[in-house]
């Protein structure tokens, strides 16, 4: 396919498996969970995989955990009427109880105290014509908020509501661990916000009674997820699906709740009302989520705020250049943004028989507005250097790209189709997380 006439319109793609918290936890992989963020686009459907799980303190489960999980379609996700007062019964194996079901109630709209520092985000995904939704906590009164990093990935514009004003702030990324799933925003020109009320005993225990807020399937209502949790220093697996790999994730807090997507960065509330957990996972049959223990989050943020860019955690945005990369066929094109190039989805890795030519990499198609196009690299061009420093392969790509910040500039150096030498030097722009 001649790639060079139009602009690659694939998303970008910077999600890399890699293990979650580094801390012992209770081995329980749970087949049929998906991470809880609703996106808007035909691209992106995204099947909701399901299997059985058994569940207990101590249980051992086979987990397979959608990540992002997102959900697909052509239109916006219908609210949720908030009315719902009944149950809903789920089947699972027999858990440690010897159970084989479990019964949790319908999730019902927010309190005002349950909503109370709980933001809705919207994302616009430019590089894919898509959009995603999920949720956010406020954590201090001028806007840094807490939410997962596979809300607001590949995102180019973000959005942020609160859910009890309305008023809605543009926010940008402060930083993000991918490994983790952590990302930290800064709503502009935000000031005098209510905030979450954040645990101070650290003594939730299986059988406590908790809350999960959220924004259900994207309706822009918060809506109230009450349940139990039924382990702690829970682990699962993540499902590959779409553009994202499959990634453990341990040290969580495992819920039977009606969490849904568009909960992903939501809190959970203990009998308190103070958020132990941020939602993160949930089975795609209903019934049981997994949240991120909120102390582990808050490490993450305190390392951000720190300026520490170790273990994952990489500040603000990315170097982004703009060209797509022929993938295998579970995906036709991958960008490389630069810092945070990652893995192909679906499981597929880098297909380096099909986009490395013997001095470079062959691109398959640059995406419109960026560097890039405006270098006047085509599709079936071959990058050879950046800035003098040979390209080799994607990985190398990937590194030397590493090395640079939006803003800088970089000479890019390339093989076009007819077998000429071509150089352009080129500044390189934030590209989506």
Known sequence: MDHSAAPVTDPPVNVEPAPWYRRRSVKSTMAGLTACTVMVA?????PYAASAAPRGPSASSEAVVGYPGTMGGTSS?????????GSSTYGYSADAYGSSTTTVADATEATADESTGVVLIDTVLGYSSAAAAGTGMVLTSDGLVLTNNHVVESSTEITVTIASTGASYT????GTDAEDDVALLQLEGASGLATVTLDDDEAEAVGDEVTAVGNAEGGGILMAADGKITALDASVTTAAEGTVDSETLEGTIEIAADVVSGDSGGAVLDAEGEVIGMTTAASSRGGVGY???IDNALAIVDQILAGDESDGVALGYPAFLGVGIAQTASMTQVAVPGSRTRQGGGGS????TSTTAEDGVTISGVYEGTPAQQAGLAGGDTITAINGAAVTDVDSLSAILEGYDPGDSVTVTWTDTSGATQSATVTLIAGPV
């Open 42 to 46: 035909a691209a992106f459907a995204i």
């Open 77 to 85: 996700a219908t609210p949720r009427s908030g009315s719902g007062n």
């Open 171 to 174: 926010a940008t990324v402060v």
């Open 291 to 293: 949240a991120i223990d």
């Open 349 to 352: 890795t880098w297909s380096e």
